[in-house]
């Protein structure tokens, strides 16, 4: 059965079983890569993408479940015009291997446009449930206080 989906903005029709986690029609269907297969039971943040705005693990989200606007890394800024909160990330270095950062910089993203100037144990609290296995994390927390400072005006 066919459904539609809208994802960075564009609509798609895909012809799909309701059950199939939306992380597996990104990649697979639509071809959008950025977004990775990390665990597959929402533990740790690899597949974080938006809906509506709010940050949700795309492999446990069921397609049938999808209401609302996808977007994803590669909706949030190009390799030509970066967000304000990828330039951070490039600044500060972040990525080592870089598997786990699509999902980070997505959950950052939905922290910063709830909380503009958030305090580093917010940050802590908000970022969490996203895994690192290089153990960047001082790194994304300057991050996210560079590109809040920088969404801020300052």
Do not use: F
Not at 3 to 25: A, F, H
Not at 74 to 90: F, K, V
């Amino acid at each position: 059965m066919a459904r539609d989906i809208t994802v960075n903005g564009k609509r798609y029709s895909v012809d799909l079983p309701g059950e199939v986690p939306l992380l597996w029609v990104l990649r697979d269907e639509l071809g959008l890569t950025g977004t990775k297969y990390g665990c597959g039971v929402a533990a740790c943040g690899a597949c974080t993408v938006h809906v509506d705005g709010v940050a949700v693990r795309s492999c446990q989200l069921a397609l049938e479940d999808v209401d609302g606007e996808v977007l994803t890394i590669e909706g949030l800024g190009t390799p030509d015009a970066p967000s304000i909160l990828q330039a951070a990330w490039i600044k500060h270095q972040v990525a080592q291997c870089g598997y786990c950062q699509s999902g980070q910089i997505m959950q950052a993203a939905e922290l910063l446009a709830a909380n503009p100037a958030p305090s580093d144990a917010e940050i802590d609290e908000a970022m969490g449930g996203n895994l690192c296995r290089c153990g960047t994390y001082p790194k994304i927390r300057a991050a996210i206080k560079t590109a809040a400072a920088t969404m801020r005006g300052g």
